[in-house]
């Protein structure tokens, strides 16, 4: 029977819990899953029918490389989702092309390692901002600072970033996201799947404990999004590069502005959290979409 890889970090070579339950269903479907490192040079991926990115979450350390893979991958076999679309994605300066084209973005300052390191200035109109690098998984090196406060620990975080040669970005922190939570609409094979509720996550001044030293935890609840944050979510997903139908999920996480309108704050395409557990039947509809990428059926598929 075909098999397909779930490519994951050494930190978790059996993935998280919550991708787990996609596993009984390709099975269901005559796939046999693999969970690989993506770092394990002994892993054939040509001999899979597709490999399907899952926790690959310590690339952002390791971009190049990481592109590197997705690259060679995507010349042997199908890998979701398309490495052009990890590349575009994998740098958060996608931002500034979906705000050109009209998207409702979270504004954003970025910072390049040519910019002078002092040039910049906290968002106007806001109690609080937040500083991280364009390249990132998981919210590390982020951090939120007091805009009335002392700038010399956003602006010490700025140049250490950039004197690592890494573009930084500057946002202001949305306060209704204390109270609302951001909401994370996801999308399965382009279409709408489910969405949840994750709750505040930044304390001023403060980095985040991590798991495995590569993500903060976050408090996860199910949530029906609003009629206006569905009609950004499926906006956004229209603007992927090659369109909804190229990715085999996509997650649009959205934060309510002052207003209480619906901005984005991420698009997230290559490694995100799908939180499977949280809507009853997305697993199998995970599984479908990933037998129908590959080129199988899942109805006519032979169960086990």
């Not at 906006?235 to 992927?240: E, G, K, T």
Request: glycine fraction near 6%.
């Amino acid at each position: 029977m075909p098999s397909v890889a779930l490519a994951t970090c050494r930190e978790f070579p059996s993935l998280d819990a919550d991708d787990r339950l996609v596993l009984p269903e390709l099975e269901r479907l005559g796939l046999t899953p693999v969970p690989a490192v993506w770092t394990d040079v002994d892993v054939d991926w040509a001999s899979f029918a597709a490999v399907v990115l899952r926790e690959t979450w310590d690339y952002s350390e390791r971009r190049d490389e990481f592109l590197a893979w997705t690259r060679r991958v995507a010349d042997v076999t199908l890998l979701l989702n398309p490495a052009a679309v990890v590349e575009w994605n994998t740098d958060k300066r996608y931002l500034r092309d979906l705000a050109d084209a009209g998207v409702p973005v979270v504004p954003t300052l970025f910072v390049a390692p040519s910019d002078d390191p002092d040039g910049w200035r906290p968002p106007e109109g806001y109690d609080d901002f937040v500083v991280k690098p364009a390249v990132s998984a998981g919210s590390r090196d982020t951090v939120r600072y007091s805009a009335s406060g002392p700038m010399d620990a956003p602006r010490s975080q700025v140049r250490r970033l950039l004197e690592a040669g890494r573009t930084v970005m500057v946002q202001p922190y949305l306060d209704a996201v204390d109270a609302a939570g951001e909401t994370a609409v996801l999308f399965i094979g382009g279409e709408y799947s489910h969405a949840i509720r994750k709750g505040p996550l930044l304390v001023r001044g403060v980095e985040g404990a991590r798991v495995e030293g590569l993500f903060v935890e976050e408090q996860i609840d199910p949530r029906e999004p609003s009629a206006d944050e569905l009609a950004v979510a499926r906006d956004v997903v229209a603007r992927i590069p090659g369109g909804a139908d190229a990715v085999l999920y996509a997650r649009v996480d959205l934060i309510p502005d002052p207003m209480g309108r619906p901005q984005l704050l991420e698009l997230e395409l290559t490694e995100p959290s799908l939180f499977l557990a949280h809507s009853a039947g997305a697993p199998t509809r995970l599984a479908s979409a990933i037998a129908r990428h590959a080129g199988i059926d899942p109805d006519a598929a032979p169960r086990r």
